[in-house]
């Protein structure tokens, strides 16, 4: 038991690698993958507004209110998929940046509650994109998560 724990251990101190070799630093395999040096918005759970009558999820963030439409990922930093979509998002983020803003859910955010999104926002697969609606509602994107697509998407709700 305390080999294993002990390799698990050096797991969550390893850096992650991106599609571009890209050193993606975490401390470990919770903590947010985007920092402030990245542009991307990390949302937390007191960025959201679930509503109970209509099984509904609404962003509170200051950025989508003043535009009325965005993308949220919900990741996890452990995720093969969402450490080799890093680039693309970022990338995506400074393209479209006063535009259309992307943002970012680390569903392993335990300590600001993020792990309760995932069932609100009904997240069973990492990562997973949502759309805001003109009222800021979270919907369903069910398109590969290729940059393509990504780009197509926000080029023809722009």
Not at 3 to 11: D, G, H, T, V
Not at 41 to 54: A, G, P, Q, R, S
């Amino acid at each position: 038991m305390l080999k294993k724990s002990n390799q698990i251990n050096k797991l969550l101190n390893k850096e992650c690698l991106s599609k571009n070799n890209a050193k993606v630093k975490t401390k470990n395999l919770y903590e947010d993958m985007y920092g402030e040096n990245t542009g991307i918005i990390e949302l937390k759970y007191k960025d959201f507004t679930y509503d109970k009558k209509n099984k509904s999820l609404k962003c509170n963030h200051p950025i989508f209110k003043d535009m009325k439409k965005g993308i949220i990922i919900f990741y996890a930093p452990w995720c093969p998929h969402c450490v080799n979509m890093y680039d693309d998002i970022i990338e995506l983020s400074i393209n479209y940046m006063n535009i259309f803003p992307i943002a970012v859910v680390n569903i392993e955010d335990l300590k600001n509650k993020n792990d309760l999104l995932t069932s609100y926002a009904y997240v069973s697969k990492y990562p997973t994109m949502k759309v805001l609606n003109k009222n800021l509602i979270l919907e369903n994107y069910n398109n590969d998560l290729s940059k393509d697509n990504i780009t197509y998407y926000i080029n023809m709700n722009m």
